[in-house]
């Protein structure tokens, strides 16, 4: 079977994972680099970066996609969105699913990967971190039973460096949210402009930023003389690194074209 060495686990048989990885010059680069050499049946065969590694690395650096001329089972993308479209025209070329871990996109980007969908299987999450996606479905739950008698907000918390606001992770909770909800529901991302009370059918999401705080995100759900609170505190990166190899060694098996989340891994 092309791009896999097999090897044998105490659980059975499994399959060296060989991995295209995006991104490896950066920090979430670094740290999937690391958790990857700690994992026995992951190898990274190559980096795609414009930048060099601040470290050294055990496979070759291209600075594009098409420049790698070996064998991948999966990409994994924790660059940017201003690397999507050569990604999107490398894997629906050689048919390699892909994984998209950045956030930001823009909405003809969206569309873009939903067109390419139907051609790979592809993945992308607000979030790699399996809390996160777990937080996520207690959100559904909540909404489903407390309906539009609560109001809800959301607050996201993150390093200083990080360059979108909302977090792709406060709009994954939001969709969470008003997807079990029985009406529309409009994001409302500052009040300052705005001399109003509270308007029904709305989700608040606001935004910190400041120092290495790795990610923090809290949903309110704010009712009549009560208030619930659901939080998630990534302590540091490596829960993101760890949830994209995760997915990676799902999406490697899978053929058929469509889009996949963190929910079809855990599932």
Not at 36 to 64: C, M
Not at 119 to 124: D, E, S
Request: with cysteine.
């Amino acid at each position: 079977m092309t791009g896999y060495r097999l090897q044998f686990a105490s659980e059975g048989f499994c399959f060296m994972l060989n991995i295209l990885l995006s991104g490896c010059a950066g920090y979430m680069g670094r740290v999937v680099t690391a958790v990857a050499a700690g994992d026995p049946d992951v190898s990274i065969v190559a980096g795609i970066d414009i930048g060099t590694p601040a470290q050294s690395v055990s496979y070759p650096v291209y600075a594009a996609p098409v420049e790698f001329t070996g064998s991948a089972d999966v990409v994994v993308d924790f660059s940017s969105p201003s690397a999507l479209g050569g990604l999107l025209a490398y894997c629906i070329s050689k048919k390699t699913p892909l994984i998209l871990c950045a956030t930001g996109y823009s909405p003809e980007q969206l569309e873009s990967i939903d067109k390419a969908a139907e051609q790979i299987p592809l993945f992308r999450s607000g979030n790699m971190s399996l809390g996160i996606n777990l937080l996520a479905d207690l959100v559904r739950r909540a909404c489903a039973v407390l309906g539009d008698a609560y109001d809800i907000e959301i607050l996201e918390r993150h390093h200083r460096r990080k360059t979108d606001a909302p977090s792709g992770t406060a709009l994954m909770l939001a969709d969470a949210a008003s997807s079990s909800l029985p009406h529309t529901y409009d994001y409302v991302y500052e009040r300052q402009s705005r001399r109003e009370s509270r308007r029904s059918h709305e989700i608040g999401i606001s935004a910190v930023r400041g120092g290495t705080i790795a990610g923090e995100h809290e949903v309110i759900f704010a009712g009549l003389d009560e208030v619930i609170e659901l939080k998630h505190t990534a302590s540091s990166r490596d829960v993101f690194a760890v949830g994209a190899i995760r997915a990676a060694k799902f999406m490697a098996k899978i053929k058929k074209p469509g889009r996949y989340d963190m929910s079809d891994v855990l599932g």
